[in-house]
C-alpha cells in the first residue's frame, strides 16, 4: 500500500519528502494488489485476509542486501502463500505465488496482479495537460494508455492485450508502478474501470495442483522512476514507458546527446545551451543560406515600399513589378522561414524530452533557475527571450502590409507569455537560440551590406 522512491524528492527543497508511487490516501490513491481466482470461489482475493510468516521491520542494508516477506491464508485443505522478494538498490520486487494441496481434489485456478489507482493529476496550463497519468497496458508492440474516462467509454469498460513480453499498471509523468508477468505463464494483460477506480494488471493460469503437492509461480512488480537506463537495464521493453510522441527519432539522439554533455559538464543547464550550438553548427549552412536572403530582402526594402507606393491602385501590376525585382536581385522572398520551419520539430522534440525525463527533474541550472522542469519564479528568461525577438525583428526585413506589421510587432508579447508557462529549460533552449541566431545574422548582412 506504501512504497517510496528514495533517490527523488517531491520538491526541490532539503527537507523535501521522497516521493511515493504507492499511497493509500490523497489525491492521487495508488495500491498493488494480488490474489487468486478460482471456479469455487474459495480462492483468496486480495480483500482476504492474511497472516504474516514472521513479526517486526526487516531492513536492507550492508551485510542484508536479500529480504523475504511471506504472507499466509488457509481455507478448504488449501494453503495460499504470498511471498515478496527484496533485493537492495532494486526497484524489481519478486511475488511467489505458492498453493499447497491438503485436500483430496485437485485445485485448479488462476493468479493476478493489478494496480488501483484513484484521483488524477491536477490540471495545467496549455501544453502541460499532454503529459499521461492513468493506467497503462503495453503489449503487441504497442504503448495503450486508454485513461480512465476512455476505459468507462468502452462498451464492457475493459482492455485486454496478449503478449507474453508485456506489463501493464499505472504511470505518471516521471513515474511507473507497473507488473511484469512471467513470460511463460499464458497471462492476460488488461485496464479497466469502475466508478470511481480505475485498474491495470495481468491474470494468469496457475498449474493444477494434486492432492499432496504444492505449485509455485512467479511474477514481479517494479516500482521506480522511469529512468531510461534503470528501465533499460530492467528489460522487457520498460523503456518504452518514457513516450516522445511521434517525433522520438529526434527526441531520442537530442537525449542522448543532452546526456553526454552533462557527463562532461555536469549542469543539465550548460549541457542544454551545449546542445543548441551543435544544432547551429550542424545546420550552419542551412541557416547561412536563409541569413543571406534576409539581408537582400532588407536591401531592396526601399525599392519594394516605392513600387506599392507607386501601383497601388493596381494589385497585379504591383505583384508583376516586386517579381521582376525578386528576379533582378536573385532574391527568394520566403527564404528566411526557413530557419523557423528546422526549428519548430527540433524544439517539439526538446520539449518532451524536458516534460518527461525524470533525469531533468528537480536539476538546477544557475542562481534563481533551481528546477529546469518548471517555469523560471521571476520569469526573467522569458523575458528575456521576448525581447531577444524585438531584436531579430529589428535586423529583419519589416513587412510592407500593415496588418502583417501589427502582427509581427505583437508576437514577442504573446509568445513572451506562452513561455512563462513553459519549463525554464525548454525557455533557456530558445533564448541561447535566439542570441546565436542575432550574432550569426548580424555577421551575415554586415558581409552583404
Not at 523535501?16 to 508511487?21: A, L, Q
Request: with cysteine; proline share 7%; hydrophobic share 40%.
Amino acid at each position: 500500500v506504501q512504497a517510496e522512491v528514495l533517490q527523488h524528492r517531491r520538491g526541490s527543497g532539503e527537507g523535501s519528502r521522497p516521493v511515493r508511487v504507492l499511497k493509500p490516501e490523497g489525491q492521487r490513491i495508488v495500491m498493488a494488489q494480488a490474489g487468486w481466482l478460482d471456479r469455487q470461489g474459495t480462492a483468496p482475493s486480495h480483500r482476504a485476509r492474511f497472516q504474516p510468516g514472521q513479526e517486526g521491520p526487516i531492513e536492507l542494508g550492508p551485510g542484508n542486501e536479500k529480504a523475504q516477506v511471506s504472507f499466509v491464508h488457509e481455507a478448504d485443505g488449501l494453503t495460499f502463500r504470498k511471498t515478496y522478494r527484496f533485493r537492495t538498490g532494486s526497484h524489481r520486487i519478486g511475488v511467489d505465488y505458492t498453493v499447497t494441496n491438503q485436500g483430496a481434489e485437485p485445485w485448479q485456478g488462476q493468479v493476478y496482479g493489478q494496480l488501483r489507482e484513484r484521483g488524477s493529476k491536477p490540471s495545467r496550463f496549455f501544453f502541460g495537460d499532454l503529459s499521461y497519468d492513468g493506467p497503462v497496458v503495453f503489449g503487441k508492440d504497442a504503448m495503450h494508455t486508454p485513461g480512465p474516462g476512455g476505459l468507462r467509454e468502452r462498451e464492457d469498460q475493459r482492455l485486454e492485450v496478449r503478449d507474453p513480453e508485456g506489463w501493464s499498471g499505472a504511470m505518471s509523468r516521471y513515474f511507473l508502478s507497473v507488473w511484469l508477468p512471467e513470460p511463460d505463464a499464458e497471462s492476460v494483460l488488461f485496464a479497466r474501470a469502475s466508478e470511481r477506480d480505475s485498474y491495470a494488471g495481468f491474470t494468469a493460469a496457475f498449474p493444477t495442483v494434486a492432492p499432496g503437492s504444492t505449485a509455485t509461480q512467479g511474477h514481479d512488480l517494479f516500482l521506480g522512476p522511469k529512468e531510461q537506463a534503470l528501465l533499460e537495464s530492467t528489460g522487457r521493453n520498460l523503456r518504452r514507458a518514457v513516450d516522445y510522441g511521434i517525433l522520438s527519432f529526434l527526441a531520442v539522439p537530442l537525449f542522448k546527446v543532452l546526456q553526454f554533455f552533462h557527463s562532461l559538464v555536469g549542469n543539465y543547464g550548460v549541457a542544454i545551451i551545449l546542445v543548441v550550438v551543435v544544432i547551429k553548427l550542424l545546420f550552419y549552412p542551412l541557416f547561412t543560406m536563409s541569413y543571406r536572403a534576409m539581408a537582400k530582402m532588407r536591401k531592396v526594402q526601399p525599392e519594394l515600399q516605392r513600387l506599392r507606393e507607386e501601383y497601388s491602385d493596381d494589385r497585379q501590376r504591383l505583384n508583376q513589378e516586386m517579381m521582376r525585382l525578386y528576379r533582378e536581385e536573385k532574391v527568394n522572398p520566403l527564404g528566411g522561414c526557413l530557419p523557423i520551419l528546422v526549428q519548430i520539430p527540433v524544439f517539439i522534440a526538446l520539449y518532451w524530452v524536458l516534460l518527461e525525463s525524470v533525469e531533468l527533474r528537480h536539476e538546477p541550472f544557475m542562481l534563481w533557475i533551481q528546477d529546469l522542469t518548471s517555469r523560471d519564479p521571476l520569469y526573467i528568461l522569458p523575458v528575456l527571450m521576448g525581447a531577444s525577438m524585438v531584436i531579430q525583428q529589428l535586423m529583419n526585413p519589416a513587412p510592407l502590409d500593415p496588418v502583417q506589421k501589427k502582427v509581427m510587432l505583437a508576437l514577442p508579447v504573446v509568445f513572451t507569455v506562452f513561455f512563462m508557462q513553459f519549463p525554464a529549460g525548454l525557455v533557456l533552449y530558445w533564448l541561447t537560440n535566439n542570441v546565436l541566431s542575432i550574432a550569426q545574422q548580424w555577421w551575415i548582412m554586415r558581409q552583404i551590406e
